[in-house]
């Protein structure tokens, strides 16, 4: 389906590979990237073109890693972009957007998008196991859609992740081993499972490919602003792929015409305090991040120590002139409950996390309080609610009548209002 795709290159020394399911340079173990044949895709994808589409990611298919059409997740994204005026008001900035993964299909995360490509991919390349290496959402993503397919899969995971994130891995029929260890543990494994066997393990031999899906998120957002830039983007990171993906979207929509406006958007990182290689690697002024040996935060779905894209992710942050912060276990907590309490949108923690620190840059006056900011939500409050458990009063029970209900209230109950007469 996409005849624009030309093979892959090495992110570090260019060096060009054919499209397999391989994610690393021979020569210098850099990430390989897929590469696109722009020149040959201009004016094949247009607005209207686009506008005749289903309202979902594959309506940037052209700019998607796949020979034939999607066989995995063809209702996966075409989320809201939320315009968010009350949570705008209590962080003090005027024009703000919420960019809700929280609902995608089908496992409520912005996971969904990769391994919707992913796994595509792997059908492409007639493979029939797959399986991932997760900090939860991917974990239920690859369950989810591998069941789908009718794909055989096995999920490895740190043994003390959220039962939820198990519950909602184990239910799709998935083999989910807990392992114990850190999440670049249980990732070693995967990778030796991977070269060792040959199966689809998403984040590793299909990453190039997995981590094209994420593009689409930054698709969307600037359609959904009507084919504009937003001038800030806050983004959570974990491996810092995500924000990396999200700029090239945007560079690919500048590129092809589909966004006139030149691109200046700064892109800023979101990290937990617990686990923040990427931010402090930005705040100190490294080049490369120190990876976090014991990650240590109710974040789990950011907290990977060694994050396989964290120098890019920096790079981009400085060259954008954007920055990265972090956020404490409180600040996590807070940033969950001012989300739910100002938009109703109940995300997870790494949702706590973003707020959080969109807080922090503003009051820094990193983010200035009168320009366009986009926070990308990419996970559902449901998945993590032990987070929030300890910080909400449990509801008082009361009797079944109107006068305990007036009392509890405080509303006077002795004086009674005569009922209407009836005709
Ligand atoms: C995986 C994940 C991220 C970050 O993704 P990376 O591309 O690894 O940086 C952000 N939010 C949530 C909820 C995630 O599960
Ligand atoms: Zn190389």
Redesign the pocket.
């Given at each position: 389906m996409s005849h624009f795709v030309r093979g892959m290159f090495?992110r570090?020394?260019g060096?060009r590979y054919p499209i397999s399911p391989i994610n690393f340079?021979t020569?210098?173990f850099?990430p390989l990237e897929v590469d696109y044949d722009y020149d040959k895709l201009q004016g094949d994808l247009t607005r209207q073109t686009i506008a005749t589409r289903a309202w979902n990611m594959w309506r940037y298919r052209e700019l998607l890693p796949l020979e034939d059409e999607p066989r995995v997740g063809l209702a996966v994204g075409g989320t809201p972009l939320i315009r968010a005026d009350r949570l705008a008001e209590a962080l003090g900035v005027r024009r703000l957007w919420i960019k809700n993964d929280a609902v995608n299909y089908p496992t409520l995360s912005f996971k969904d998008r990769v391994v919707a490509v992913a796994l595509s991919k792997a059908r492409e390349f007639g493979m029939s196991t797959v399986g991932c290496a997760s900090t939860g959402n991917l974990a239920n993503s690859v369950a989810a859609q591998a069941a789908a397919a009718g794909l055989e899969t096995f999920i490895l995971v740190p043994a003390d992740l959220e039962r939820t994130k198990i519950f909602g891995t184990a239910v799709y029929g998935a083999k989910v081993i807990g392992l114990k260890g850190t999440y670049d543990e249980v990732n070693r494994v995967c990778t030796q499972i991977a070269l060792k066997y040959g199966w689809g393990f998403v984040n590793v031999n299909l990453r190039p490919f997995y981590a094209e899906g994420s593009k689409t998120m930054g698709f969307e957002i600037a359609e959904e602003l009507g084919w504009r830039f937003p001038q800030h983007v806050v983004c959570p990171m974990a491996g810092g792929a995500l924000i990396g993906k999200i700029y090239k979207a945007f560079r690919e929509l500048h590129l092809l015409g589909l966004v006139d406006a030149p691109l200046s958007t700064r892109m800023y990182g979101a990290q937990a305090s617990g686990c923040n290689p990427i931010s402090a690697c930005v705040k100190v002024g490294r080049e490369r991040h120190k990876p976090v040996k014991q990650p240590n935060t109710i974040c789990k779905s950011l907290a990977i120590g060694d994050p396989a894209d964290g120098y890019f992710a920096a790079k981009l942050i400085r060259e954008t002139g954007g920055w990265a912060d972090d956020a404490t276990d409180e600040e996590i907590v807070e940033g969950m409950l001012l989300l739910a309490r100002t938009e109703g949108i109940f995300a997870e923690t790494a949702g706590g996390v973003t707020v959080a620190v969109a807080r922090k840059l503003i009051e820094q006056g990193r983010i200035p309080r009168n320009e366009e900011i986009v926070l990308c939500i990419t996970g559902n409050g449901l998945k993590t609610q032990d987070a929030v458990f300890d910080a909400l009063e449990s509801p008082p029970v009361i009797a079944p009548t109107l006068a305990a209900f007036e009392e509890f209230v405080g509303l006077r109950s002795s004086v009674v209002q005569p009922a209407p007469a009836l005709a």
């Open positions: 090495c570090v020394c060096k340079c020569e210098d850099g």
